[in-house]
């Protein structure tokens, strides 16, 4: 049971809305369909079918609850209650009633202020793109390549672009890339800006892998009134920029997140944490932070340097956080998290970044390997790093 309630919490009430939606329409086993690019005209016209029923129910569903938040929500769960096939809806279903029970709960407002505060072509497409083609039919590919090759893949590649490289990684490289990602179920892809722009290169490889989840930290100080917008124009993405900078008296940083709030962007925020700040976190710090910049998503990010202990404490205070329902902000650590939902979708946990040279990290992004993205193949740098499956 424990590791359903984990899911429930990491993924969040729209992506498993979307699931149970699409259960909803079809009443059956989900159909799984690898990379769209590669799939013959009948498959891809039943993939198009399939897209097209998922986007118009998870669109009413957005208006049920943008029309009445709390009626709505609850319709959607019976609903889907319903319908659920298999052991995961149902146990689902049953924790998002328990949890809703309370009239109170803080995730009816984390919902209500996403529809309300977010475009929805936004947080559909995210939504979707991350609750089905990811956690979805991409896991089950992902499951039946583990068992045919013997090693773990991981349900997301984190691209880390924080450190500015004179041969950095280029266009068609990185397209190759998601590419071998999708081939072999990875639709989710996490990019680490630090205080490096989005290039347009990058922007027009999110949009044209529009099946494809992207989650992009930034440092606020690059957004402005055209970054907003280039943002929120692409819809399969969601942003988090930096606080851990913030001071109630920069005014400059409050005006770049309502910046990303004018434009509707699906958006958050994200603090790194160490040894030397962690109690900012246990002592409400961050919280009102958050609170401050009327931010409902949150990532935890730990250092370099951060000792394994506070790590774990803070991974555990953090999942203790969204299961007492106690903050209006829905809150991720990113390492921990990762892990969890990894060993659901997988029978072990692994992780893979990729550096803006091409070097490849596992376990986090600091722990580099001999291996370089562009000497070898992405299938050959999970075979020689990943770990081992354990089927039975």
Not at 167 to 188: D, F, P, R
Not at 211 to 221: E, G, Q, S
Not at 315 to 322: A, F, G, L
């Amino acid at each position: 049971m424990s590791q359903f309630v984990t899911f429930f919490n990491i993924v969040g009430f729209f992506d498993n809305f979307i699931l149970c939606l699409y259960i909803c329409v079809l009443k059956r086993n989900i159909i799984y369909i690898g990379n769209t690019d590669t799939i013959g005209d009948a498959e891809m016209e039943n993939y198009k079918l399939i897209h097209a029923i998922i986007t118009a129910a998870v669109k009413n569903g957005i208006r049920y609850i943008e029309d009445n938040p709390k009626r709505g929500v609850r319709n959607l769960l019976d609903l889907g209650e319903y319908f659920a096939a298999g052991r995961f809806q149902k146990v689902f279903f049953e924790l998002a009633h328990e949890i809703l029970n309370n009239e109170d709960s803080c995730y009816y407002d984390i919902i209500e202020n996403l529809v309300k505060n977010t475009d929805h072509k936004n947080l559909t497409a995210y939504g979707i793109n991350l609750g089905y083609n990811s956690f979805t039919y991409g896991a089950n590919i992902i499951r039946e390549h583990e068992k045919k090759h013997g090693y773990n893949v991981p349900w997301a590649i984190v691209f880390n672009f924080e450190e500015k490289q004179e041969n950095t990684l280029t266009g068609t490289e990185i397209s190759n890339i998601i590419n071998s990602g999708k081939n072999i179920g990875i639709y989710s892809y996490m990019i680490l800006f630090g205080k490096n722009n989005i290039s347009d290169t990058l922007y027009d490889i999110i949009e044209k892998n529009d099946n494809c989840a992207f989650t992009l930290f930034i440092d606020p100080d690059i957004i402005s009134e055209e970054t907003a917008q280039r943002i929120v124009g692409v819809s399969n993405v969601c942003i988090f920029a930096s606080v851990n900078d913030y001071d109630h008296a920069n005014v400059s940083m409050v005006e770049k997140f309502d910046l990303l709030g004018k434009y509707k962007c699906l958006y958050g925020g994200y603090y790194c944490y160490d040894d030397s700040n962690v109690k900012n976190i246990t002592d409400g710090t961050t919280s009102e932070i958050l609170s401050a910049l009327n931010l409902n998503l949150a990532y935890f990010i730990k250092n370099q340097g951060c000792s394994d202990k506070i790590a774990e404490n803070i991974c555990d205070y953090i999942y203790k956080t969204r299961i007492q329902i106690n903050s209006p902000v829905f809150s991720i650590d990113f390492y921990g998290d990762f892990t969890r939902i990894d060993k659901i979708i997988s029978t072990e946990s692994c992780f893979l970044s990729i550096g803006s040279g091409g070097q490849v990290c596992v376990s986090d992004i600091y722990s580099a390997t001999e291996h370089n993205i562009r000497e070898t193949s992405l299938e050959n740098i999970l075979s020689c790093t990943m770990p081992k499956i354990k089927y039975t």
